[in-house]
């Protein structure tokens, strides 16, 4: 998995940017909301995601951990593809979307292309409890607890564990323990399997 890039920006257009890492080119598909928040020449940093299907492997990129972390979550919504959540990135920002699915806004989700009735509902109801329990400001949401908890997971899911039960386990430990590091998170969590 490639988590972020660092290196000089060759061209920027406002769906992709091309970007020169270590004498490598990488195309990354970005959300209007990254081509806003990055300046037009010069060093770029990118948080990123590699999306590998069978015919291709395409990486999205993000101008903060918040976006890339909405991202994900929309991602695990059955139905949204990695187009589809950045379109709705470059409609709302994350904490919008973050809102819209808390308050169970349907019809804003409604207004992003390729989100439609049941979409938006099943959106309501895989992400909202989630969403609620992560709480805070998704716009500069770097907090400790969401650091091991989004390595707890990754390595949960990279072991093997099911996204669900991870995901339930992890909630459970931070639940009672908010300032445990990831590997004590991970710990825990295995005890709950």
């Known amino acids: 998995m490639i988590a972020f890039l660092r290196g000089k920006l060759v061209r ?3 769906a992709r940017v091309l970007m020169e890492v270590s004498g490598v080119g990488y195309e990354v598909h970005i959300s209007l909301h990254t081509y806003s928040a990055i300046k037009d020449s010069g060093e770029l940093r990118l948080e990123t995601y590699l999306h590998i299907r ?35 990135l470059s409609y709302l920002s994350p904490s ?12 804003k989700l409604q207004a992003v292309k390729g ?4 979409t938006a509902q099943r959106m309501i109801l895989e992400l909202k409890d989630k969403l609620k329990r992560e709480g805070g400001d998704w716009e500069s949401k770097t907090t400790p607890r969401n650091t091991a908890r989004a390595e707890a997971l990754s390595a949960l899911i990279t072991l093997g564990v099911n996204k ?22 991970i710990k825990q969590a295995f005890k709950l399997i």
């Open 96 to 107: 919008e979307l973050r809102n819209a699915i808390v308050q169970e806004e349907t019809a």
């Open 115 to 118: 989100i439609g009735g049941k």
């Open 54 to 88: 069978e015919e291709a492997h395409v990486l999205f990129g993000f101008a903060s951990e918040a976006e890339k972390e909405m991202f994900l979550c929309l991602i695990s919504v059955n139905g949204i593809g990695p187009s589809t959540a950045l379109l709705a």
């Open 164 to 185: 669900t039960t991870a995901e339930k386990s992890v909630d459970a430990v931070l639940s009672r323990n908010p300032s445990a590091g990831a590997e004590e998170v």
């Open 12 to 14: 920027k257009e406002p």
